[in-house]
C-alpha cells in the first residue's frame, strides 16, 4: 500500500475520513504523551524495582495518602505528608536531595505534580511507583497497617 492508496482511502467517504482523522489524533497524542514522559524529570517505578531502590540505596518513601488510608495500609518505612502539606524545604526532605525520594499515592495519580516539585527544588533522584499503593498490592507485596 503506497501514500496514494491511502489518502484515496481516507477520502473515499465521510465514514473513512471520521476513523483517519481519528487515527491521526490517537497518533498524535501518543507520541505527544511519550515525548512528555521523556523530559518529565523523574522516573516511575514499578513495584518490583521500588522494593530493589528501597534495600540497595535506602529510598526515602514519601506517601501522599490521606491520613486514614494511610492508617490502612502503607509500605514499610514510608513517610505520611499529605499533598497539601508536602513542601521540598520541610525538614523531613532536608538532607535529602542526593538520596533516592519515591513519592507514593492510592493510584498514582497526585505523586507526578509532587514530584515535578521536587526536580525543581534540585532533587536529583525523584521517582514515583507507577499505579500507587493499587499496583503496589496487585503484585502481592506487603502493607503495613497504622502509623
Not at 540497595?56 to 518513601?61: D, H, K, Q, Y
Not at 502503607?74 to 499533598?83: E, F, K, M, T, W
Request: glycine share 8%; with cysteine; aromatic share 8%.
Amino acid at each position: 500500500m503506497n501514500f496514494e492508496e491511502v489518502l484515496a482511502f481516507a477520502t473515499r467517504s465521510p465514514y473513512n475520513q471520521i476513523l483517519s482523522l481519528g487515527l491521526v489524533a490517537l497518533t498524535i497524542g501518543l507520541v505527544y504523551t511519550e515525548v512528555a514522559r521523556l523530559f518529565r524529570g523523574y522516573k516511575a517505578l514499578r513495584p518490583a524495582e521500588l522494593t530493589h531502590l528501597i534495600n540497595s540505596e535506602n529510598a526515602l518513601v514519601i506517601d501522599l495518602s490521606a491520613s486514614n488510608d494511610f492508617e490502612k495500609g502503607h509500605i514499610a518505612g514510608s513517610r505520611n505528608v499529605l499533598p497539601s502539606a508536602f513542601d521540598p524545604e520541610s525538614k523531613l526532605l532536608a538532607g535529602a536531595k542526593s538520596q533516592p525520594v519515591v513519592l507514593v499515592c492510592r493510584t498514582g495519580q497526585a505523586s507526578g505534580a509532587a514530584a515535578n516539585r521536587l526536580k525543581k527544588a534540585g532533587f536529583e533522584k525523584v521517582y514515583v511507583l507507577e499505579g500507587g499503593i493499587a499496583a503496589w498490592q496487585q503484585a502481592d507485596l506487603p502493607l503495613i497497617k497504622g502509623r
